[in-house]
């Protein structure tokens, strides 16, 4: 247990569908992050949030839309995907302000898009 | 833009033999973290190297961060079968809350 919560484990949408991953961190950190993990690529930042703004969007397509309402929470809205979406999504979180930090991971979303 | 290239990708070893992996950075980083990440895991925080030459130990695990701080390497002796995952470096530079991962070296270890 690391002090990250991610809900759902695992998610199969249609690419019409519309679906929210959620975590939530334990930890009274006030950085937190959403990464992309595909097979044979590295684990790509897509979003950064700290003390509930966003500080990074890295290139990420528009049917990602993140959202943070506090310091504790943070959501990945998804929307018309397409296949090569397919990954594990990791919410991480990290202590925010310094640079020298080390990143939580949550057990991820296992995403598969039809 | 920032990259952090690590090799090799794949490792097999028998149990007792010795595992290096190696990342390489484009630019001079801030510091530099190991992660692992056990087969169906998260990845899970190891060490932060900080300073030029930094060499740090933790049981048979050996971490080093290059004189330039543009790479680094993990060094396992004696592999275990418990040694098994990915090992992931991620680095970061001087903008703080963006930590750029390498690859992984996915580590398999026959008993």
């Known amino acids: 247990e690391t002090g990250v919560t991610q809900t759902p484990r695992h998610l199969v949408m249609g690419m019409t569908n519309k679906k929210s991953l959620k975590c939530e961190q334990h930890l009274g950190h006030n950085a937190m992050y959403w990464y992309k993990q595909s097979a044979k690529k590295p684990l790509e930042l897509m979003f950064v949030?700290?003390?509930?703004?966003?500080?990074e969007n890295n290139s990420v397509p528009s049917r990602f839309s993140p959202e943070c309402p506090n310091s504790s929470h943070l959501f990945l809205h998804l929307h018309t995907l397409q296949p090569e979406d397919s990954a594990l999504y990791l919410c991480?979180?990290?202590?925010?302000?310094?640079?020298?930090?080390?990143?939580?991971f949550g057990s991820g979303t296992q995403l598969s898009v039809l | 833009g920032q990259q952090v290239m690590q090799i090799p990708q794949y490792q097999h070893v028998q149990e007792g033999e010795d595992f290096t992996t190696y990342c390489n950075s484009s630019?001079?980083?801030?510091?530099i973290q190991w992660y692992k990440q056990r087969p169906g895991g998260h990845p899970v925080f190891l060490i932060q190297?900080?300073?030029?030459?930094e060499v740090k130990k933790q049981k048979r695990l050996t971490f080093q961060f290059g004189e330039a701080k543009k790479n680094s390497s993990l060094h396992i002796t004696a592999t275990q079968t418990t040694d098994v995952g990915t090992y992931f470096c991620?680095?970061?530079?001087?903008?703080?809350?963006?930590?750029?991962f390498g690859s992984g070296t996915k580590l398999n270890v026959k008993p």
């Open positions: 190297l900080v300073k030029s030459g």
């Open positions: 949030y700290s003390l509930e703004e966003r500080v």
């Open positions: 630019t001079t980083l801030s510091n």
């Open positions: 991480a979180s990290s202590q925010g302000g310094t640079t020298n930090e080390k990143l939580f």
């Open positions: 991620a680095g970061s530079g001087y903008n703080f809350n963006k930590f750029y």
